[in-house]
């Protein structure tokens, strides 16, 4: 027995020297090793922000307003190896900067340690306190770092700087991704016995409208805080080019403090989200059907109320059956059966070929990272008539917010289809003709009718083309659909000579209530304060 507890203890004796050993390697042979790192690591923060590129908004003088820029922050921190009492140490600074004793006291135990970060970009009010005190070993310098002017304005757009999966420093998300290579300059480098000199990086100017963006977001704010939505989103586009004028979501964040927020509410729902439109796509199933020559807004029909396809039943909104209708009555009343009746006329093949040409199968190309496309899949498989009657009013198919106000912007545009963008180095850009003029003058008539039918988003003075949409929300998990909508409007003004296209979207709005209540309200708001902003002259009397 006595044998066996003399191995026992020279085992153990033994295993401890080793486990000694590895952490004297560590920490003393190491430490200068590890803390090299670090130091290196830091140095190239400092360097990579130095470097890199700043990011502006503008107004519509075309001043530059910084959104990304580079800033000098006081870092709070450590000296271990010259705290003198960490217990004290820790509790004043844990007074001071709200950091709990236990995690200060693990930080500064570490004699060997010649540098702990404790607060990075630390107010001005803690710096000062942090002076008073005195605390042997603790230090104040300043480090450069980004920083964001407009905090959470156009947070989407423009992303932000910061360190990544593979612990480096990089854009992520929004402009500070996208243009990654364009922003961050390069580092010096060795070539042979000569050090070629760093480059800085190039400023990237959006096109984003600092006025319009702030308004937009003002609005959208109210939106989901009134109705106790879950989401939102307004986009507005210049129709004739493409640019991006204005690009806001709900929730959003703050770059300057990206690790207090959730990682989902860093993507970008306008560019990165697919949702079913609604009604909306009445618009596109008639101005399909127009162009085709299959319908003119003066076709009638007679509705009963409903529509049998497929052993399914359609009815429309309001439950109600509107006798002989006209196609425009159909956009004005927003009549399910009267769109199904449209694509009939039309035929599947071609209303297909019309929603392709549209673009909603396609990434719109904006310059923005992770977009996404539009979903068509119920037109290409497993091919039925009910499939094609519910897509004719925007249900059972999905789209971009993004694509969704691209494809109406080129009604606006006289039937040309432009690629969106959001920096203003870029030229507008044709995609392609989706429509002839007079269809798209025709379809802007039938649109202008809705509005002034439905009044809740006509503004004095202008004509304004819009059209509604209050979408159900499809159940992913036992199939077919919610109780909850989405609420979309997209409307246009002046009518006679479209300068912007807005797209307003909240997203399961509690209650169920229709986009008339919501939406439409919040579009005609932000039109009317940019008709004054760019002082754009009446299209009536």
């Not at 300057?256 to 909306?280: D, H, R």
Request: net charge negative.
């Amino acid at each position: 027995m006595g044998v066996r507890i003399s191995v026992l203890i020279v085992f153990f004796g033994l295993f401890y020297a080793v486990l000694i050993g590895k952490l004297y390697n560590v920490q003393i042979e190491k430490g200068a090793e590890y803390q090299a790192r670090a130091e290196s690591i830091n140095k190239l923060i400092e360097d990579l922000v130095s470097k890199r590129g700043s990011i502006f908004l503008t107004d519509k003088d075309d001043a530059l307003i910084p959104a990304a820029i580079k800033k000098d922050y006081p870092t709070i921190y450590a000296i271990p190896s010259k705290v003198e009492d960490v217990a004290e140490a820790a509790n004043l600074l844990s007074g001071i900067t709200d950091i709990a004793v236990e995690t200060l006291e693990k930080l500064l135990n570490k004699p060997s340690d010649p540098y702990e970060s404790i607060v990075k970009k630390a107010p001005i009010e803690m710096v000062d306190k942090v002076k008073e005190a005195a605390i042997p070993g603790i230090e104040i310098e300043m480090k450069s770092n980004r920083f964001y002017p407009q905090g959470t304005l156009a947070a989407h757009v423009v992303g932000f700087w910061g360190i990544g999966n593979d612990n480096t420093p990089h854009g992520q998300y929004g402009i500070e991704h996208f243009y990654e290579e364009k922003l961050q300059g390069k580092l010096d480098e060795v070539e042979g016995d000569k050090i070629k000199e760093a480059e800085s990086g190039e400023d990237v100017m959006l096109t984003i409208d600092r006025t319009i963006q702030l308004e937009a977001e003002r609005i959208l704010d109210d939106l989901v805080t009134t109705y106790n939505a879950e989401s939102g989103t307004v986009i507005v586009e210049e129709p004739k080019t493409g640019k991006i004028i204005a690009l806001a979501n709900a929730p959003t964040f703050d770059p300057n403090k990206y690790g207090e927020s959730e990682i989902k509410n860093f993507l970008n729902p306008a560019v990165e989200s697919i949702y079913e439109s609604g009604s909306i796509f009445k618009v596109i199933t008639m101005a399909s059907g127009i162009d085709a020559g299959k319908i003119t807004p003066d076709t009638t029909y007679n509705d009963i109320g409903e529509v049998r396809i497929n052993d399914r039943v359609i009815k429309n909104w309001d439950l109600q059956a509107h006798g002989r209708v006209t196609m425009t009555n159909v956009l004005e009343e927003s009549i399910n059966t009267g769109a199904v009746f449209a694509e009939r006329q039309i035929g599947h093949e071609t209303f297909l070929e019309y929603l392709l040409k549209f673009g909603f199968e396609n990434a719109t190309g904006v310059d923005l990272p992770g977009e996404v496309t539009g979903n068509l899949t119920p037109l290409k498989k497993n091919v039925a008539d009910i499939n094609y009657a519910t897509a004719s009013f925007g249900q059972g198919i999905s789209v971009t917010p993004i694509g969704l106000i691209n494809a109406l912007a080129a009604i606006a545009n006289d039937g040309y289809l432009m690629r969106p963008y959001i920096t203003k180095d870029k030229e507008p850009e044709t995609i392609r003709r989706v429509i002839s003029k007079q269809t798209a003058d025709t379809v802007t008539e039938m649109m202008v009718s809705a509005v002034d039918k439905a009044k809740v988003a006509r503004i004095k003075s202008y004509a304004v083309a819009g059209k509604t949409g209050t979408a159900q929300v499809p159940d992913f998990k036992n199939g077919g659909y919610t109780e909850d909508v989405i609420n979309t409007y997209v409307g246009f003004t002046p009518a006679t000579n479209p300068r912007f296209i807005i797209l307003v979207k909240l997203d399961k709005p509690y209650g169920a209530p229709l986009a008339g209540l919501t939406v439409v309200p919040a579009f005609r708001n932000l039109a009317e304060f940019m008709l004054h902003y760019y002082n754009i002259p009446p299209d009536r009397l």
